[in-house]
């Protein structure tokens, strides 16, 4: 049981590029978030989904789409990417409203 | 929307004492109250949480406790371990919205053998 894995771990782009970002899980849960993770800021909601084919916005959703075509899979994407999106990103599941199992984050840069 | 304030920023202890870390919210609809432990290189971890119609609720050697009227709740690990060294994060969740929990900024943890 692998819980929630995140590819890649770490990613570093230049400014303008774009990449995706998967977050599976196999626990059958029905609700997926993204986060972000930056120095002194604690966690941020950037976008989540509460079943498959449903997504929402969160709390920073400027400069990133998502998609969640499967139940199992929750892609992050930056379309282009800009140094302020220089963070660390974590992905959760939980089959409840309140996010309970946090992959161990891809971290990236953005030169 | 909802505030969440975090303090100490860091606390040191000795293995075998107690920590307390604390945080006071904004929003008094503010209905539950998780807190995360994360280690170095890893994601949060849920470790314990509360619901506004429960005053304490403990887990082995943590327990937190919640005082709706002054706004605030606490993490207590008791007999702390070299092992509980992690950034601890309480959270407040806004009941205007679907899982827009609120972080606070995190207590770095260093436990002392």
């Known amino acids: 049981n692998a819980g929630v894995t995140q590819t890649p771990k770490f990613r570093v782009l230049k400014t303008g590029q774009s990449m995706t970002l998967l977050c599976a899980q196999d626990?059958?849960?029905?609700?997926m978030y993204w986060y972000r993770q930056d120095p002194g800021m604690g966690l941020r909601l950037i976008h989540y989904?509460?079943?498959?084919?449903?997504?929402a916005k969160g709390e920073v959703p400027d400069g990133y789409n998502v998609s969640r075509l499967k139940k199992q899979n929750f892609l992050l994407g930056l379309e282009s990417a800009a140094p302020s999106q220089t963070s660390v990103y974590f992905c959760?599941?939980?089959?409840?409203?309140?996010?309970?199992?946090f992959g161990d984050g891809t971290r990236l840069s953005i030169l | 929307g909802e505030n969440v304030e975090q303090h100490p920023s860091t606390l040191s202890v000795q293995e075998g004492d107690s920590a307390v870390i604390k945080c006071t919210y904004s929003?008094?609809?503010?209905?539950?109250f998780p807190w995360y432990k994360q280690e170095l290189g890893k994601g949060p971890q849920l470790i314990i949480d509360?619901?506004?119609?429960?005053g304490e609720k403990k887990d082995q050697r943590i327990a937190v406790t919640l005082n709706k009227t002054a706004k605030h709740f606490s993490l207590h690990i008791t007999e702390t371990q070299p092992e509980d060294s992690a950034v601890y994060f309480c959270?407040?969740?806004?009941?205007?919205?679907?899982?827009?929990?609120?972080f606070g900024k995190g207590t770095m943890l260093l436990v002392s053998p």
């Open positions: 509360i619901r506004s119609n429960v």
């Open positions: 626990m059958n849960h029905e609700y």
């Open positions: 929003d008094s609809a503010s209905n539950y």
């Open positions: 959760a599941s939980s089959y409840r409203v309140q996010p309970q199992h």
């Open positions: 989904s509460v079943g498959e084919g449903t997504t």
């Open positions: 959270a407040a969740r806004d009941p205007t919205g679907y899982s827009t929990l609120t």
